[in-house]
């Protein structure tokens, strides 16, 4: 009786291991960027535009920062290389980085 038990047991436990199985296959087929945009004195900036571009496939996303500079893009295609641009690109008054 206790084999059966033991067998039994066994059985359920590689069953449940089997059923998860195919859900680990199912992964995460996007790509999300984040950062933050800041002045040279470290102060983020709000509100600025951001375009993102995948170099590969012409791929475009734009967004604005929030009021603490920092940015999400969510549903970016996998791989890249991705070009970051803003309007800061044409403004000498006021360099900014990406951090």
Do not use: C
Not at 32 to 52: K, Y
Not at 63 to 73: A, L, M, N, Q
């Amino acid at each position: 009786m206790k084999r059966y038990v033991w067998s039994v047991s066994l059985l359920l436990v590689l069953l449940g291991f089997g059923a998860v199985r195919p859900a680990v296959g199912q992964g995460v087929t996007t790509a999300a960027v984040t950062g933050r945009v800041s002045d040279e004195s470290g102060a983020p900036v709000a509100l600025a535009e951001l375009l993102l571009v995948n170099a590969s496939t012409g791929e475009r996303h734009t967004v604005r920062t929030r009021d603490d500079g920092s940015y999400g893009i969510e549903n970016a295609s996998v791989g890249g290389p991705y070009n970051r641009r803003g309007p800061w690109a044409s403004s000498p008054g006021r360099p900014l980085r990406s951090a």
